[in-house]
């Protein structure tokens, strides 16, 4: 089984940053696209952003500008820079891994999440 490690949530007030890691396993991480989800309470978890194992980044449209994703493959791990934070950005935030493999075989791991909270 593969762990991904998130770390770097907490509360902060509206307007305020944040910077989340998560850590995956080596022999997996260079290959990986990897991404970050949220699911606040009462919602569908939802897409922040994802990078490829390439470094091409994607962004759900109420996050562009805010937020940025980057990924350090000789440390293993993504980061999520969140500013201008808003208090509905408050919810517990997933990283996930993904790839596809030979006979389109997918592989698809998830962090236990870290919970972030904006105060208004």
């Known amino acids: 089984q593969v762990q991904l490690v998130e770390s770097g949530g907490g509360l902060v007030q509206a307007g305020g940053s944040l910077k989340l890691s998560c850590v995956a396993p080596g022999s997996i991480f260079s290959v990986y696209d990897m991404g970050w989800y949220r699911q606040a309470p009462g919602k569908q978890r939802e897409l922040v952003a994802t990078?490829?194992?390439?470094?091409?980044?994607n962004y759900a449209d109420s996050e562009k500008g805010r937020f940025t994703i980057s990924r350090d493959n000789t440390k293993n791990t993504v980061y999520l820079q969140m500013n201008s934070l808003k208090p509905e950005d408050t919810a517990v935030y997933y990283c996930n891994a993904f790839y596809v493999g030979p006979g389109a075989r997918a592989y698809d791991y998830w962090g236990q999440g870290t919970q972030v909270t904006v105060s208004s």
């Open positions: 990078i490829t194992s390439r470094g091409n980044t």
